[in-house]
């Protein structure tokens, strides 16, 4: 069964460093998303991309968040200068068409020190 | 007003239990409706669709309310392994899914 598949499954980093996380969506898939979620928090929204641009965005995706498809497989969500209120679980996810079901990757743990 | 509203729960219920819960939604609309079930610590899993006229999977139904804007989910025959966190997810159009924070539903034996 095709699933997302997310790299790596756990990263600590220190403060004001950049990192980037990597995401191998489902192949035939059109739309692709960066969700996070903070221990005990709900899930939120960070941005969505279609047709290699960014469709839409919240408040939490600011400068220091960027997402890139370098390539026809890979979808990446840099942050580059990290903060301590970064760390997070985050989920990528992709969808065959828009307004339908999406599905996740496992998610990377990412932990600010 | 929070896009997405559940009950948070916890449903603590006994296996072969009835157990239900409602979420409500702000946008009117809003196009597509989804619940998600979450397990501790792990990623999101489609459990339905729900459609305008009601769906049914197995031992889960769903409803939709479009007038009043709520999305409902019963889990009929409860087993242990329906212990999770419930999402109720609502598409506002292509480019985004808005989640609800999650109802508890723990099934004990």
């Known amino acids: 069964e095709p699933e997302v598949t997310q790299t790596p499954s756990h990263q600590v980093t220190q403060m004001g460093q950049e990192v980037i996380l990597r995401c191998v969506p489902i192949?035939?898939?059109?739309?692709f998303y960066w969700y996070r979620q903070i221990l005990g928090q709900k899930v939120e929204f960070l941005v969505s991309?279609?047709?290699?641009?960014?469709?839409?965005k919240s408040e939490i995706f600011d400068d220091q968040f960027s997402v890139e498809r370098p390539d026809g497989s890979n979808f990446t969500l840099k942050i580059r200068s990290t903060k301590l209120e970064d760390s997070a679980m985050y989920f990528c996810?992709?969808?065959?068409?828009?307004?339908?079901?999406?599905?996740f990757g496992q998610g990377t743990r990412l932990t600010v020190v | 007003r929070k896009e997405v509203e559940q009950d948070p729960g916890p449903f603590n219920v006994p296996e072969g239990a009835t157990v239900a819960f409602n979420c409500t939604y702000s946008?009117?609309?809003?196009?597509?409706f989804f619940w998600y079930r979450q397990d501790c610590r792990k990623e999101p899993k489609l459990l339905m669709s729900?459609?305008?006229s009601g769906n049914e999977d197995g031992r889960f139904t769903a409803q939709l309310n479009r007038a009043s804007q709520y999305i409902s989910l019963l889990i009929r025959d409860s087993k242990l392994s329906d212990s999770a966190t419930y999402l109720c997810?609502?598409?506002?159009?292509?480019?985004?899914?808005?989640f609800g924070a999650g109802t508890t539903v723990t099934v004990r034996a």
């Open positions: 946008n009117s609309a809003s196009q597509s």
């Open positions: 729900v459609y305008s």
């Open positions: 997810v609502v598409g506002s159009n292509d480019y985004k899914l808005s």
């Open positions: 996810a992709s969808s065959s068409t828009g307004n339908t079901e999406a599905f």
């Open positions: 991309f279609y047709n290699n641009e960014i469709s839409e």
């Open positions: 192949s035939n898939h059109l739309y």
